[in-house]
């Protein structure tokens, strides 16, 4: 009788063991755009569980998830291919947990990147509902800057940081260039750099001894930087890109029409005609110049006036290359779909020969397509230049799943544009 209460207790402990619950991320590090497995196992079926995750974001602010999710007849879930049955988001996404993420305070605007390219680590909890506990943990590590990337800084006549993968090159090259909001486009250069590319982000205002206001620009600025990148040994002189966001799309689509020697245009919410100077109590009206002159730009009070729009747009079908567009139709600054699509009528009337995209989100907004698996929320957020609340626009889901599906689109077309570029070079 006692040998069989011990065989019991044995058999009892061993069967715990065997159904001892799990959380595992697999894999446990991923560069930022890349999915990861969450799985849970050693459930009972049907079980329902939570899975919560939290992380600290590059302004120190926590942010937080939380998703429920039933279990199948083995006792596990799979959350890149089951949807929660509640919490933060509610179809199947294996990184809904992150991009659904908010921010415990009430006065964060946005999700801020880590300081200086650095990774960021989310923590998972399983929690356990029908036995009152808290189970496992899980690490998942997201990583900016694939290991073994060189970093060039850029000072004197051009304003910048080259990142170059660490294979051998020469590598496809590609010119990143900001909006309105300052500074460096860093991260998109990281991104591109960890994908294979070339990747030169240029300031170009308000970045130390450069003009402090996007006004009085001179595009000879930009085609010195063409010239250095089609001089550098770890880049492919033709096969060079420029890539941009908002204003920076403007610009990119702008620099596309005026040098030959790039031969891809990837722009994010771009305007189709050029603008004014940016963002109030400017010297001068104009943000861009050419030969020492202005160039005419769309005024507010001109936006109805047909010679005005004439003049103002950016001539796209002098590109020597693809042009790729991401937008969102509810965006909340500028209407970037429909001058996305005023683009493509323009180069579909000009008999334009390259291939152009237009990548449209229904229910993104200014940020649509912006690469990574980040927090997707924000609030009304301050402009850096002119103070003023800006609302982006867009849906928590819609900007996150404008981001997942463009990600790899756009290195897709990099790829296969610049190396239809340098094809087409090498027969002339």
């Avoid at 939380?66 to 083995?74: G, I, M, R, T």
């Amino acid at each position: 009788m006692k040998l069989r209460s011990i065989a019991g207790a044995c058999l009892f402990i061993l069967c715990r063991i065997v159904s001892a619950q799990t959380l595992q991320v697999v894999p446990q590090s991923v560069l930022v755009d890349e999915p990861a497995v969450i799985r849970a196992t050693g459930l009972q079926p049907a079980e329902r569980i939570t899975i919560q995750a939290e992380l600290e974001d590059g302004a120190g602010e926590a942010w937080h998830s939380s998703a429920d999710f039933v279990a199948d007849a083995q006792g596990a879930v799979d959350v890149s291919t089951q949807a929660p049955v509640a919490g933060s988001y509610n179809e199947v996404s294996a990184m809904g947990l992150i991009w659904s993420m908010r921010p415990k305070e009430k006065d964060v605007a946005s999700y801020r990147y880590p300081r200086e390219l650095a990774s960021q680590i989310i923590k998972f909890h399983l929690l356990r509902k029908a036995h009152s506990e808290e189970g496992a943990t899980a690490l998942l590590e997201q990583v900016l800057l694939a290991k073994d990337v060189r970093r060039v800084n850029v000072q004197g006549g051009l304003h910048g940081v080259l990142l170059e993968p660490a294979s051998a090159g020469p590598h496809p090259g590609v010119l990143i260039v900001g909006g309105s909001n300052r500074g460096l486009p860093v991260q998109r250069a990281a991104w591109l750099a960890s994908r294979g590319f070339a990747a030169f982000a240029l300031a170009y205002f308000r970045y130390e001894d450069l003009p402090r206001k996007l006004e009085a620009i001179p595009l000879e600025y930009f085609g010195s930087a063409i010239a250095w990148m089609s001089k550098r040994p770890e880049i492919a002189a033709e096969q060079i890109a420029v890539m941009g966001v908002s204003r920076g799309g403007e610009l990119a689509l702008q620099l596309g029409s005026m040098y030959p020697q790039i031969k891809a245009v990837v722009a994010y919410v771009p305007s189709n005609t050029l603008n004014p100077a940016c963002c109030g109590d400017n010297s001068v009206p104009y943000a861009w110049t050419w030969k020492g002159a202005p160039l005419a730009y769309l005024g507010f009070r001109d936006r109805r006036n047909p010679e005005a729009i004439m003049k103002a747009t950016i001539r796209v079908e002098n590109t020597h290359g693809p042009i790729l567009m991401i937008s969102g139709q509810d965006d909340g600054v500028w209407e970037s779909s429909r001058m996305a699509d005023e683009v493509v009528a323009r180069l579909k009337s000009e008999h334009f020969t390259y291939p152009v995209e237009h990548l449209k989100y229904h229910h993104a907004g200014h940020g649509a397509g912006s690469p990574g698996i980040i927090p997707a929320w924000h609030g009304r957020m301050e402009h850096p230049l002119s103070g003023r609340e800006v609302d982006l626009g867009g849906t928590v889901e819609g900007n996150a799943q404008a981001s997942l599906d463009a990600a790899p689109k756009v290195l897709e077309f990099l790829r296969r544009s610049l190396k239809s570029g340098a094809a087409a070079q090498a027969k002339e």
